[in-house]
Each structure stands twice: as C-alpha cells, then as structure tokens.
C-alpha cells in the first residue's frame, strides 16, 4: 500500500506523520538542520531513528518541511539525502513559512504567521508566498515570538521593573543570577531559544497587569510592525501558527477586533494543517 511522509523539523526535534490507507501514524526524531548536518549525517541520523519505525510502509511522496529551507544549498542538502532513503518518491523539501501558509489556509489566499521561537509572515495566494515582511531575527527583530517576549520578561527583571510578589515567583521558577542570564545572552550559542525559554513565566501568570502589559506590547508590536505592511491583511483572514499563537490567543482575538482584523485559524503547530493538505491531494 502506497504511502505519504510528512515531516516538520526545527533543529532539535522533527515530527513525522505517515499517512496510508487513511490511518496516521507519528514518529518523533532528532531535528534536522541543514547548517549543522551535512547529506551524510542524515541519512545517518533517519536510517537510526526514522526508518526502523516506518516498517514496510512503501513511501513514494515525502514532503519535508524544515529549518533553514530558505536557503538553497540546504535544500540541496536535505533532498539528496532523502533521495538515498527513498529513491523513485516523490519528493519536495522546502521551508517552515510554507508549512505555515499550507497548513492555515490550505489552498486558499490568506496571510500565515508565525509566532513560536521566532516570529515570520507572508501573504499567501493558495498556491506560493507572494510577499513576505522581512525577518530581521531575534536581536533586531521577531517581534511577538517567544525570544521577543522572554526579552521583555528578562528586562523586566534585570530594571527590577517587577513588583515584590513578581519578582520573588521569578526568582522560585528560574533560579538564575544578572551575571548567569548577562553571559547566556552574549557568550553562549542558541540566545534566541534560551530568551524564549523566559516565555513561560508569561503564560503562568496570566491576569497580572504587568504580565498583560508584556504580552498585548510584544503581540502588538508584531501586528504593527509585519501586518500593517500587507494591505491585504484589511480583507483576508489573518492565521497563526505556533506556541506563542496558541497560548495567547485570546490576546491575539482582542488586538485583532481593536484593529479591525478578522483572526482566521490558531495552530499550536503545523503538522494538523499539513496531513489535511497533503490527504486532500491526489
């Protein structure tokens, strides 16, 4: 029985959903980046972990959605390794901003964000991205995503900005020091993720005035700063995908109502959106 793999992968972890006969089955590998493994170490890393899991399932489509797909050679990179563990498939590898568009709109126009670690948005036509408002990453920009947010809740703490209560339910969760948080940030690999990591303390203080004030500041500034830049956000649906997204939701609904937005479809992550897309296709 003839058989399609979908994957979702960041750099730590990759999602894998086999679709045959209508049933579904997911597998959870090692992320996959293209910037730190070359085509060799793939198929290493999916011969291990990947294929013992997918038994006899003859696959003839993969579509792989993946970090830093963006950029060309690492796409040269994924698919030949794909090549070698599944020859004669089907097969198309490309970035998780497509993933994004695919999985909220399916096959119609719309605008896709999203807001996880980072934060990124296109106007989709059903088809391709069309126009993408620039990322400037996690130090300049990424506004509204989780190392933006954990940004704020850091610089809160560090300009003692806090209040009493705050500040020691901060103290109790992270157990840090300025000078331990200060080095992370500056000498350590992977700032984005561990800024993000800060997010937690956002979404475990709800109703806080200055927890609120955090997350509407850091949502806004994403609307303001990405959508107002697609004049098509003003009569299409405006979709989400991703942690930051889905746990504030509901600060996504109000802003968007305060604008005058329709908010279209909230996904924790892609992979639901995708199996309907790739099932609907012939």
């Keep these: 029985m003839a058989a399609k793999l979908i994957a979702d992968s960041g750099a730590t972890k990759c999602e894998w959903t086999l679709i045959q006969d209508k049933k579904k089955k997911t597998i959870i590998t090692q992320g996959i980046s293209p910037y730190f493994l070359n085509t060799d170490q793939i ?47 089907y097969l198309e590898a490309t970035h998780d901003l497509m993933a994004a ?38 130090v300049l920009g ?51 993720r561990y800024l993000a990591s800060f997010a937690i303390f956002l979404a475990e203080n709800r109703g806080h005035y200055m927890i609120e004030n955090i997350i509407e500041d850091g949502l806004n500034d994403f609307i303001v700063n990405h959508l107002y830049k697609y004049r098509e956000s003003w009569t299409m649906p405006i979709n989400f995908v991703g942690s930051i997204a889905f746990g504030f939701r509901d600060v996504l609904k109000e802003l968007c109502s305060s604008y005058e937005l329709e908010l279209g479809v909230v996904l924790k992550n892609p992979m639901e959106g995708l199996v309907a897309f790739h099932s609907d296709k012939k």
């Design 43 to 89: 198929i290493e890393l999916l011969q291990a972990e990947l294929l013992p899991k997918l038994k006899k399932a003859e696959v003839d489509e993969v579509y792989y959605y993946g970090t830093g797909l963006s950029n060309p050679n690492n796409v040269k990179i994924v698919k030949l390794a794909l090549k070698k563990l599944f020859p004669g498939s």
């Design 101 to 138: 568009a695919r999985a909220l709109c399916q096959s119609t126009k719309g605008i896709a964000c999203i807001l996880g670690t980072g934060s990124n948005s296109c106007y989709y036509d059903g088809k391709k991205i069309i126009k993408n408002s620039p990322g400037l990453g996690y």
């Design 142 to 192: 990424d506004e509204g995503s989780g190392s933006y947010l954990g940004k704020k809740v850091i610089q809160y703490y560090l300009y003692n900005t806090f209040d009493e209560d705050l500040r020691s339910r901060f103290d109790a969760k992270f157990v840090t020091t300025p000078v331990e948080i200060l080095e992370n940030v500056y000498k350590k690999p992977l700032a984005n």
